[in-house]
């Protein structure tokens, strides 16, 4: 198990790169979270939901991600609450003040089936799991889900994960196992130092207090990484400062409060020829490119905020001028004419609410209606758009609750009735993952490229996910390099 002293310490890329190690010897490692929190979600094969970055640690150990990995999934919709997710379907909505009270039990259930069928698909696996935060939040210890309970109730071997960039890596170690119980601290089986810059023998004397002040080894020193991994959550993106040399480019992506599924950006930010510059309501748009409009876990709520910062009046002021706008889901929703809430699924406190509908953007003509279960499915289409040939075929995956129609005259964006629409310069479409797919994204690059007087570059590019399998094992190089793992694969006594 791979547990942090902190949020953010570096527990999910260095999960990922175990099972990446593991995989190269043979092995067959089965990633697991049994809780996490975040919006930034993946849909499997059988339709069910679970965090983005449990789909990496899958993609890592070289198997199809599965909703067991990641049994509770908790996607945060402002207000205090969050939609729960149990074994990849939606289960209700908890105020976090009632959570552990109302959803601890079939919480801890939901974790055990994850676990049985994952073991029983892969009998000769081995878990990996992956904590979630800190493990020793005293006010929480007693119904933690994810961390210590389930590293005592698997006996599993801990590797403790420190971040020395943010500094205090002695208190955070110190203090993390000062706090557990000592046949909790029994489970820590190694120390490892995340992210440290300069020569790894400058860390040597600090390797040497910790082995002798804590009884615990320092397993590895793991290095800054220089590489552009996938966010492991939303605080990941005030470190993305959108400035790149070579750049050709610039695409402004909309940072609303209720941003999901950023990982959708993945795929432009490794395109050496354009930066990305994430601009949050009240910041100036100035005069990008294009703008793209990410996912969202509560579109009425951005769109308010939207409207409320005098965001909307400058996106339309861009759209009218000719500029390019493109919207993904929630995203695309907004650039309609109008989205009706009849159940209040998107919550009540949504200002210039008129009975049941708000007035979207108007750049898009479309109707949204948000009723019904969620659309959670994995498609392949032929896109018709920017250009209809050759037809390329594209995949991703569809989740919302919303459901468009077009109101008004505009173009198909592909084949597959409902899944995207254009007008003029403005497009939108439910598949999350569209820029995953090299021809397409570069013919849309292309398309903005013209717009500058650029040259086109080739479309003759491969799906994101050979990139991302390439990151995955230079971070896997990096670990085994700096990390000793046969402390951890020992069994237990």
């Not at 890329?13 to 929190?37: H, S, Y």
């Not at 490229?449 to 094992?473: C, F, I, K, V, W």
Request: net charge neutral; proline share 5%; glycine share 10%.
């Amino acid at each position: 198990m791979v547990l942090g002293t902190s949020s953010g310490a570096g527990k999910s890329l260095m999960t990922a790169a175990l099972c990446r190690v593991l995989k190269r010897r043979g092995e067959t490692p089965l990633p697991f979270k049994g809780q996490n929190m975040s919006n930034n979600a993946w849909v499997d094969h059988e339709g069910g939901e679970m965090a983005y970055s449990q789909a990496l640690q899958a993609w890592a150990a070289g198997l199809e991600p599965r909703h067991a990995m990641n049994p509770v999934l908790l996607k945060p919709q402002g207000d205090s609450t969050s939609e729960v997710i149990h074994l990849g379907n939606s289960a209700g909505i908890c105020r976090a003040e009632h959570y552990y009270r109302d959803w601890f039990d079939s919480g801890w259930a939901a974790i055990r089936r994850g676990l049985n069928n994952l073991q029983t698909s892969h009998p000769k696996g081995r878990l990996v799991l992956e904590g979630a935060g800190s493990p020793v939040e005293v006010n929480l210890q007693a119904r933690d889900l994810t961390n210590l309970r389930l590293a005592e109730y698997l006996q599993a071997n801990c590797l403790l994960v420190a971040d020395i960039e943010r500094g205090g890596v002695f208190a955070q170690i110190v203090g993390t196992l000062q706090l557990m119980k000592p046949h909790q601290r029994h489970l820590i089986r190694g120390l490892l130092i995340n992210r440290f810059r300069g020569r790894r023998e400058l860390f040597d004397e600090g390797r040497r207090w910790l082995d002798s002040n804590t009884g615990v080894p320092v397993l590895g020193v793991m290095p800054w990484l220089d590489e552009l991994f996938p966010p492991e959550d939303s605080l990941d993106l005030l470190e993305r400062r959108g400035h790149k040399r070579g750049a050709e480019l610039q695409i402004a992506v909309l940072k609303l409060p209720s941003l999901s599924n950023f990982s959708d950006l993945d795929p432009l930010e490794a395109e050496p020829t354009v930066a990305l510059r994430w601009v949050s309501p009240g910041e100036t748009m100035g005069s990008p490119d294009a703008v793209v409009i990410p996912g969202s876990k509560q579109t009425l709520r951005d769109l308010a905020a939207m409207r409320s910062s005098g965001m909307d009046s400058d996106l339309i002021r861009h759209a009218r001028s000719g500029g390019e706008v493109f919207g993904i889901c929630g995203g695309m929703q907004m650039l309609g004419e109008e989205l009706c809430d009849p159940d209040g699924l998107e919550g009540d406190s949504n200002p210039g609410r008129t009975r049941d509908s708000v007035a979207g953007l108007g750049l898009l003509p479309l109707r949204t209606v948000f009723r019904g279960e969620k659309a959670l499915h994995q498609r392949k289409a032929l896109v018709l758009w920017p250009d209809q040939q050759p037809r390329l075929e594209v995949e991703g995956f569809e989740l919302h609750r919303g459901y468009s129609k077009a109101t008004g005259l505009c173009d198909a964006f592909s084949a597959d009735e409902g899944l995207g629409w254009v007008h003029q310069s403005t497009s939108g479409t439910y598949l999350h993952g569209i820029f995953d797919n090299g021809p397409w994204r570069r013919r849309w690059l292309n398309r903005l490229r013209r717009r500058r007087g650029l040259t086109d570059l080739s479309e003759q590019q491969p799906h994101h996910s050979r990139q991302r399998d390439a990151l995955l094992d230079r971070l896997a190089d990096a670990f085994e390099k700096h990390v000793n793992l046969e402390p951890l694969l020992q069994t237990s006594p």
